[in-house]
């Protein structure tokens, strides 16, 4: 992680537009992915990435470095924004955009991709079942690929909590998965049966 | 418990290094390292770890928006800057010209209260002091 120059580059973003894009382009990808395995949609990743940073140039005179990561406050808004986000949708059941192109998609697409696709999404919804902090520690080790001690950082705990969340997490998620598997085969049986 | 609680350990810490190869942050765990039962135990787990490893990988948000919202950025920033300067500006002139007020009014205020106090002694004085044609009044 980039944290020789970090501490000078915040302090310098606080009176400087030019140092605040150079964190902005250090970190986007980043919040982005995470935001983006949050929501399961490119559209509303970029709304809430573009929001996240919105929010931070808004308070980045305010930040204190207390000697964490600056991708770890980052992370913090990006995770409240989500938070309201999935408040707002559980209100008002919307479609996104990103999921009526994936339908489309899928219906043209081969039967064996299709599968693939099918079962790629049922393992990122069940993800998205998880609670944050558990989908926060499989984004940052898988898709961002950060070591324990990296994730304890950022997460603001210990090397060893970290290695003892990744257990707890999945143990979780293969009984969700279980249950899932499960219950879709009961519902299938059901069909077939009426 | 105890023993329960070691094999937990065990399988927290294989899980772990599991994990650090899979994002090629350490050489593979040997098979040796685990007994046939505790590679039995979590083989599911670590399968459950492969197929994340598969399927979370780095998404990326098109360049346009990337650029995009740097573009924005660095616009609301200068904004917001010029615009704390000029706030930090009116609070300074602000502070000065209210302390330009309070030491004249400290100073008219200063004069008002010896005139008045000068006064009051003036007067005091004169209704305590004695007129020479009363003394020299025959009884």
Known sequence: MPEDNESALIARAKEDP?????????YVGNIYNYIYYRTGN???????TARTFLRALKHVSRYVDRGAPFSAWLYRIAHNLVAN????????????LDDLVMRALKREEPAALAEEREERD????????????????????????MSNAEIGEVMGRTEGAIKSLYHRTLV??????????????????????? | MDRMDQNEERAIEMLAAHGDVLINRREAVPRTDMSDEEHGRLAPLFQLAERLQENMYPVQPSAAFVRGLGKELVENAKRQIALTKRLRRAVL??????????????VVGAIVYVIARSRARAQAQAIHTPTSHAEGAPA
């Open chain 1, 122 to 145: 049922r393992l990122l919804d069940v993800i998205r079942r998880l609670p944050p902090e558990r989908q926060q520690l499989l984004i940052l080790k898988f898709v961002e690929q």
């Open chain 1, 42 to 48: 490119h559209h509303d990743a970029e709304d809430l």
């Open chain 1, 172 to 194: 979780a998620l293969r009984k969700e998965l279980t249950n899932e598997r499960d219950g879709r085969g009961k519902g299938t049986g059901r069909t077939s049966d009426g």
């Open chain 1, 85 to 96: 986000w999935h408040r707002d949708r559980n209100r008002r059941q919307i479609i996104s």
């Open chain 1, 18 to 26: 030019e140092a605040f894009g150079l964190l902005y382009e250090r």
């Open chain 2, 93 to 106: 002139i602000g502070a000065a010209a209210l302390g330009s007020l309070l030491s004249v009014a400290s």
